[in-house]
Structure formats: structure tokens, C-alpha cells
């Protein structure tokens, strides 16, 4: 697959565009013209290499949404390339890690087939969902049916009975009688106390759910909800849970999970506020929810896994700090602080640098530097505007091998002697390396001085929950 075709296709899967910025705020309604790399692979005879391009980035996690994925195998199961085809539905299975997804994937192929329900459910599409209904575990099944009843027009009993499913076991038998039928013809099947010991858990755990579920206690419904909650979602549902006093001291902390801690601390700002952010919901925030959020943020630094590259992290301090990024209402000094201490406690060799017009200033950032720390040192400095090509000028004059450049700034930028792009071309000519170049503005939804040309380039506007990995995927060559 060639460079250029492979960058655009992983920009594309992990944040929807080809483009080389990535703008948090934006929600582009995903159609074949703005995925012209995987046409071109296609008639290029090279879908089965994009099946599995799609494939591994799906499954590395982190990225922003899986719908591009989806939309990519429904895009190849359209093709006429049987072998791309074949390979697009065996790895649905693995690519659509809940019903959500494969309701996705179904509405895209009907989008694109332009078939009705029942003109598009060849044999391929039928054995796809099937399968992916009879390889989970029975008890998980009857997770997901439960908690993901529908999307996008679709429904569990939809794709049952288009797919023709039979239920590979007597557990998944009875998910799939619950799905069809309803709980009062399974209470009538399965009302035999002597049942296999997975029919049981199944049929135990759809009892409690049936119970929860004609509870009028709003708060009992919740509790039952916080048994199975993920810790992304946990942190999702922080005010409400608040709200309701769910959450309260001794609640257990919103830790690790794999969880980057960039995510815990823009829940915790934002739980912090005591109100949602278009201020319907309110709730008193709890002192000890705050530390427990503020220690699991420095326990889940360990989640952020080193690139083992050398860094320069640039931020500019030409003007206050204390505006709000793009995506949401945290301070872009805040947002600054947190990378610098994610990136400064992670990898091997980072200078630190605070720059405004004409000046640079190296920023010492002490191992054991607390956050609050770290965000007095970049508030303490301030200046006029902003020419973001000065941490690389830096480097080429103090003679610093750098692998990647990373720019904080909530300011436009002005192009200083030279362009961005040509400055970075510069240095890579001086040191023989092709470092990479990374300019985050939080608080704009434009950039206009980047070689979109150039794979070493990343733009982004805004600051969101993904856009620390979107910052690690462009670091080792993900996108």
C-alpha cells in the first residue's frame, strides 16, 4: 500500500477526515467522496490491505469513533472485489465490539446499497450478523441486548430474524427467545429450576433486569446501572450520579482502566463546575470525589504508554491563559499543564519551552512537579503574539535532536520570518531527521499554516477527550 494512500485512510479511521487537522468540534456526515483513499486502493485491487489497515486501527483503541471504521467495511462489502469482500465481513466480528457498532454497519450498508430492509440481506450479510451474535458468550449477549436495544432505525429482533440466526447454544437460545418474544414466553420456556448453569446465569441476570426495569425508584435503577458501569462511563455520568447523591465519600475511585488522564481531568473540571454545561442539571461537588478524581489522574499517568521520542513542547504564554478551550469549558492553561506533565513524566527526553514574539524560554518541569505547580510556571509568563516556528528555531541554534514538536497555543499565530512548514523543512535538512511538527490552537476551529502535503505535519482545533491520542497515534505513525 503506498505512503500516501495508507496516511490518508488511518487520518480517515481515526478521526473521520483525510485531512491533516483535526478539528475536535466538527461532525462531518461520512459519504464515499471524502474517502477517496480506500476507493483508490479499491480499484487498485488493494481492498484485502485496507481490510486489514481498517482492522488494526480499529483494534489499538483510541480512537475518536468507530463509525469510520464501519463505514469503510460497508464501503468493501459494496466493492466487487470478493476477496476484499469476504475479508471485510470476517473481521466485523472483531471490529464491532458491541450492538452499537453492528447497528451502524447494517445502516451503512442499507445507505449505500440504496436496497430496502430486506433487498440488501445476501448470504454473506446474514452469516456476518449471526456470527457475530453466536461467538459471544451467552451471558455477554444478553448484556448487550439489554443495554443496547436499538440504533439507527435497527433493532436486536430486526437483524434476528433478517439473519436467520440460530442460536448456537440453549444460553444464547434463550437471549434470543427474550429478544423475539419477550420475557413472559421465557419465563413459560425456562421456568425449570433444574437449568444448565449457563442458561441460569443467563436467566438470573434477565430477571434482575426486568425487575430493575419496572422500578420506579429512580435511584435504585441507577445503583443497578453503576454494577456494570465502565469507568469511561462512570466519568461520563460524574454530575448526574451527583445529582441524584449517588456518589458520596467512600465511593470507589475512578482509577486506571486504562483510562489517559487527560480524560479523568476533563471530567473532573468539569464536575468541579457543579453544573452541566448548558446549566440544567446542578449538583454540589463532593471534596472527597475531587481527590479521589485528582489522585486517579496521577495513577493513570502510568496508562500513557512512551513513544520513547525526543520532545520539544512548545506553549505559547502571549497572552492570558486562562480562556477555555474549543470543545469544552477547561482552561487552556489547564489543558496546556496536563499535557506538559503526561508528556514531561512519560517519555525519555522533553525540553519545555514558553514562547511569545521573538522570545523563548526554557521551563525546567521537576520530576515530582504536581499539576497546580506546573500551571503557576506557565501562568507566570505572558507576552504579545504568537510565532509558533520559535521551539524549532530553539532547537537548530542550541543544536538539539529533536524527533517531534508539540505546540500549545489559544492564540491565531502569525507566521513569523518564515512559515511553520518551512522552518521544520529547515531543520530537517540541518539534522537529517524527520521530526515531526504538532500545533495544537485550543481555542480556534481553523489553521491555515500547515503543508497538508506533508505526513510529518498535524493541525488540531479545540481540545477533546481524544485528541491525547490522536497526538500519540501522529507520534508513532498510527496516522
Not at 480506500?38 to 488493494?46: D, V
Not at 488494526?56 to 480512537?63: D, E, Q, R, T
Not at 474549543?326 to 519551552?353: H, K, N, Q, W, Y
Request: aromatic share 6%; glycine share 6%; hydrophobic share 40%.
Amino acid at each position: 500500500m503506498d505512503q500516501e494512500r495508507q496516511v490518508r485512510l488511518r487520518r480517515f479511521l481515526c478521526y473521520g477526515s483525510e485531512s491533516a487537522i483535526y478539528k475536535s468540534r466538527e461532525q462531518r456526515k461520512l459519504c464515499v467522496e471524502r474517502i477517496s483513499a480506500l476507493t483508490e486502493l479499491l480499484e487498485a485491487g488493494r481492498g484485502s490491505e485496507a481490510v486489514q489497515l481498517v482492522r488494526s486501527v480499529s483494534l489499538k483503541g483510541g480512537v475518536k469513533s468507530l463509525s469510520p471504521a464501519l463505514f469503510s467495511l460497508a464501503v468493501i462489502t459494496e466493492h466487487s472485489d470478493m476477496t476484499a469482500k469476504q475479508a471485510a465481513y470476517g473481521v466485523l466480528k472483531e471490529v464491532c465490539i458491541s450492538p452499537c457498532e453492528l447497528f451502524s454497519f447494517v445502516r451503512y450498508k442499507k445507505e449505500l446499497s440504496g436496497a430496502g430492509q430486506r433487498g440488501m440481506w445476501g448470504r454473506a450479510l446474514r452469516k456476518a450478523v449471526a456470527d457475530w451474535y453466536n461467538t459471544l458468550d451467552a451471558l455477554t449477549l444478553a448484556r448487550h441486548v439489554t443495554t443496547c436495544k436499538r440504533k439507527g432505525g435497527w433493532t436486536h429482533q430486526d437483524l434476528f430474524r433478517l439473519a436467520h440466526l440460530k442460536p448456537a447454544n440453549n444460553a444464547v437460545a434463550l437471549v434470543s427467545k427474550y429478544v423475539t418474544k419477550g420475557w413472559k414466553a421465557v419465563q413459560e420456556v425456562y421456568a425449570d429450576p433444574e437449568k444448565a448453569e449457563d442458561v441460569m446465569k443467563v436467566f438470573v441476570y434477565l430477571d434482575a433486569v426486568e425487575k430493575t426495569k419496572h422500578s420506579n425508584d429512580e435511584q435504585e435503577v441507577w445503583k443497578a446501572l453503576l454494577k456494570e458501569m465502565s469507568i469511561a462511563a462512570l466519568l461520563t455520568h460524574l454530575g448526574k450520579l451527583s445529582a441524584d447523591k449517588l456518589l458520596c465519600s467512600g465511593s470507589r475511585e475512578a482509577a486506571a482502566e486504562k483510562t489517559h488522564p487527560v480524560n479523568v481531568l476533563l471530567a473532573a473540571e468539569d464536575y468541579k463546575r457543579g453544573h452541566s454545561k448548558r446549566g440544567k442539571l446542578k449538583w454540589k461537588s463532593n471534596r472527597d470525589i475531587i481527590q479521589a478524581l485528582d489522585s486517579a489522574f496521577c495513577t493513570c499517568l502510568s496508562n500513557v504508554e512512551s513513544t520513547g521520542k525526543r520532545f520539544v513542547v512548545g506553549v505559547d504564554v502571549s497572552s492570558r491563559l486562562d480562556s477555555l478551550t474549543l470543545s469544552s469549558l477547561v482552561s487552556t492553561v489547564t489543558v496546556a499543564a496536563a499535557m506538559v506533565m503526561v508528556i514531561t513524566r512519560r517519555e525519555p527526553i522533553v525540553d519545555v519551552l514558553l514562547f511569545s514574539e521573538g522570545a523563548v524560554v526554557p521551563c525546567p518541569i521537576a520530576a515530582d512537579s504536581s499539576l497546580l505547580q506546573i500551571t503557576i510556571q506557565l501562568l507566570q509568563a505572558c507576552s504579545s503574539c504568537t510565532d509558533c516556528t520559535l521551539p524549532i528555531t530553539w532547537a537548530s541554534d542550541n543544536d538539539k535532536m529533536v524527533d517531534v514538536f508539540v505546540v500549545f497555543t489559544n492564540n491565531d499565530t502569525w507566521p513569523g520570518r518564515s512559515s511553520s512548514a518551512h522552518t521544520l523543512r529547515m531543520y530537517r535538512e540541518k539534522t537529517g531527521l524527520f521530526a515531526k511538527l504538532i500545533v495544537c490552537n485550543m481555542t480556534t476551529n481553523s489553521l491555515h499554516f500547515l503543508d497538508r502535503d506533508d505526513s510529518g505535519m498535524l493541525g488540531i482545533c479545540g481540545f477533546d477527550s481524544h485528541t491525547p491520542h490522536i497526538i500519540h497515534d501522529f507520534i508513532t505513525g498510527l496516522v
